[in-house]
């Protein structure tokens, strides 16, 4: 009789091998590889500060990334909650401890890294919902009693990034939070309540603005009304991407980059850059790498056998998306600036830390896909 608990459990370190999806892992390697390059071209063309950071940390976590795929499944389900309460210790952490920088009070000092708590926080909604719902029955997710709970596990680290003030990386969270709740079942029209709701409330959450945020929400309707302010770094952006053409400018030949006019460069607009030196065909190329790294962690999710699997890979894989979306809509003008690091690309160790994280687990789904989850 087929029992997968004891299947599972039995897997010699080579079936553990052999079942590590290596598409996914040759295209995260792949991806990494230009970053590096994208990372020594806004160096300028050398081994400073940027790339070395930026090299040693890819390699740091992608080996992470590889020893936690071993982990087994049902470790990632029995911790889910204790992995959310430690991030959000480490974010109330960050009030009271925490380094401020532009402004902003987001990160850590560990001394040997500077850690921004709300990256983790990603990774530790999408965990925790899926674990809530993964025993819920379909038929009772939508009953009031099972409403509360999710509520309450996303405005608490919501608010708290707010309060740092980081609003963009808050509503990533929050949309990694409610796309595990979409996808677990509950009615479209709790979402359209939350929406009208929100939006009554949306003219007390703009004047609770900071004026620098604002100030972005304006320079994306009309960024041509300061171009020397507020709509210069949207501006220089679409004129960097526009002139690379359908080659591009050629590596190291990125004129906007190498004349200093385009800020941020080696965070954000880290794909402003590349776009520039590669141009149309360099861009696709990337927008395949995402897709195919989204498309493999989608495919995890239909092998896995457990709920609990299933929900953490499609809520990831979607998440993801819109980490690629976000930040490729900023830079192109199509939605405001609201410092969101592009996925492995992007400089930023906790924004590293995070992603591998969710690839390390989603890959754990795929190695002990047989294995269940009580």
Known sequence: MFQPRSIQSSLSFKDKLFSIDYVLVVSILILGIVSMFAMYSTDGGEFKYHTESHILRFFVFFFMFFILSFIQIRFWHTTSYLIYIAFLILL????????????SQR?????????????????GVILFLAKYYHRIPIESVNRLKFLFTPIFVLIFPVLLVVMQP???TAILIASGGLVVAWLAGVRVKFFVYSMLIFTAL?????SLLKPYQKARILTFLNPEKDPLGAGYQIIQSKIAIGSGGLFGKGFLNGSQSY?????????????????????????????????????RIVKIGNMTRSN????????????????????????????PIVGSPLPIMSYGGSSMMAIMLGLGIAMSCKVYKDMPVN
């Open 107 to 123: 990160w850590l000092n560990f001394y040997f890294m500077n850690l921004q708590p709300s990256e983790l926080m990603k990774i």
């Open 166 to 168: 980081d609003l963009g």
């Open 92 to 103: 109330i952490g960050v009030k009271y401890f925490g380094l401020t920088s532009s402004g």
């Open 202 to 206: 949306l003219p007390i959450a703009i």
């Open 259 to 295: 004349l200093d006019y385009l800020p941020e460069k080696h965070t954000d607009f880290i794909f402003t850059l590349f776009s520039e030196e590669f141009g149309f065909f360099g861009s696709i190329f990337i927008l395949l790498l995402y897709g195919l790294i989204i498309s």
């Open 308 to 335: 609990f699997g299933k929900l953490y890979c499609y809520s990831f894989a979607t998440a993801f998306f819109i980490y690629v979306v976000v930040n490729m809509g900023m830079v192109l003008g199509l939605l």
